[in-house]
C-alpha cells in the first residue's frame, strides 16, 4: 500500500521505535527515524529502505528545533508524530525493573534522577510536541501518537490488585502518569481540529528500557502503535489503549 505519508519517530534508533519505524516503511510512509545520536540512527536507517535518519534530542531545544527545521525544508509538512523517545532512569547495568523501583521510592529518590526522567518522558514530548505542531497543521491527514505505558494509569495503581501497583514511583511509573496528564492537554487543544491524537502502550515489552525483562516481543509490543498511527483520517481521536485497541483507564 503506498501512500505520500511523511512521519517523524522519534528514539527510534532501537526497540520499539525502529519496529515501528521498519513496519510504517512497510506501509508506504515516508519515515524520518529520529536519534539522539546521528551515526546510530544513520546506521538503523541503512537497513530500512524508505527511511531516513534525522538528528533529534528531545531534551535539546535547538536540536529539535533545526529538525523541525529541515522537515519543513525538505517536506513542507508533517503527517504523522510518534512521541515514542523514552528512559526509565539513567542507571545503565543489569538491574530488573524491581531493583530500579527499590531505589526509587517517594521518600528517598534522587531529585535529580527524577528530574532527568521527566526531561526525556515529560518535558521532551511537550517540546516536540511545540516544535512540530505547525507541520502538523500543514497536513488534511495528521496524527500524534504518544507511546506511553499502562503504569503510568493513576487510576490502575490505585488498586492495589493491579500488578504494578507496588512499584509506582515517581520516576518512571510517575513520569508517565505526568506525560498522559500531557497528552490529555494536546487532545483537548485539538479536538475542534482535524488533527488526531492518541495515547497507546506497548505492554511490557523487552527492550532495553527494561533491560529486556518484557515478556512481550518487539512485534508484538510495536503493533498497537502501528495500528493507531495507521488509522486514516476517519480514525478515533483521543483514546488511551493497548493492543488490539482496549482501552486503558486514565
Given at each position: 500500500m503506498a501512500t505520500d505519508r511523511i512521519a517523524l519517530v522519534t528514539g527510534a534508533n532501537q526497540g520499539v521505535g525502529l519496529q515501528v519505524t521498519r513496519e510504517l516503511a512497510a506501509h508506504g510512509v515516508t519515515v524520518l527515524l529520529g536519534s539522539r545520536d546521528l551515526a546510530r540512527g544513520e546506521a538503523a536507517a541503512a537497513?530500512?529502505?524508505?527511511?531516513?535518519?534525522i538528528q533529534i534530542d528531545v531534551?535539546?531545544?535547538?536540536?529539535?528545533?533545526?529538525?523541525?527545521e529541515r522537515i519543513r525544508s525538505e517536506f513542507g509538512r508533517l503527517d504523522l508524530l510518534v512521541n515514542n523517545a523514552g528512559i526509565s532512569s539513567t542507571a545503565g547495568g543489569n538491574r530488573t525493573p524491581e531493583?530500579?523501583?527499590a531505589n526509587a521510592k517517594a521518600s528517598t529518590v534522587s531529585l535529580d534522577e527524577v528530574r532527568a526522567v521527566w526531561d526525556v518522558n515529560v518535558f521532551g514530548v511537550l517540546a516536540v510536541y511545540q516544535a512540530m505542531l505547525p507541520l502538523l497543521r500543514e497536513s488534511d491527514d495528521a496524527r500524534i501518537v504518544n507511546v506511553s505505558s499502562g503504569v503510568g494509569s493513576l487510576a490502575s495503581n490505585a488498586d492495589p490488585s493491579f500488578p504494578y501497583?507496588?512499584?509506582?514511583?515517581?520516576?518512571?511509573?510517575?513520569s508517565k502518569a505526568a506525560e498522559n496528564a500531557l497528552v490529555l492537554a494536546m487532545m483537548i487543544e485539538l479536538e475542534d481540529t482535524d488533527i488526531k491524537v492518541n495515547l497507546v502502550s506497548p505492554g511490557y515489552t523487552s527492550t532495553a528500557l527494561n533491560n529486556y525483562a518484557g515478556t512481550e516481543s518487539l512485534e508484538d509490543?510495536?503493533?498497537?502503535?502501528?495500528r493507531v498511527a495507521l488509522l486514516g483520517p476517519n480514525g478515533p481521536t483521543g483514546t488511551f489503549t493497548r493492543w488490539e485497541g482496549s482501552t486503558i483507564p486514565w
Open positions: 537497513d530500512i529502505p524508505g527511511t531516513t535518519a531534551t535539546d531545544a535547538a536540536s529539535i528545533t533545526a529538525a523541525a531493583q530500579v523501583a501497583h507496588s512499584i509506582y514511583g515517581p520516576v518512571y511509573p510517575a509490543g510495536s503493533r498497537e502503535v502501528v
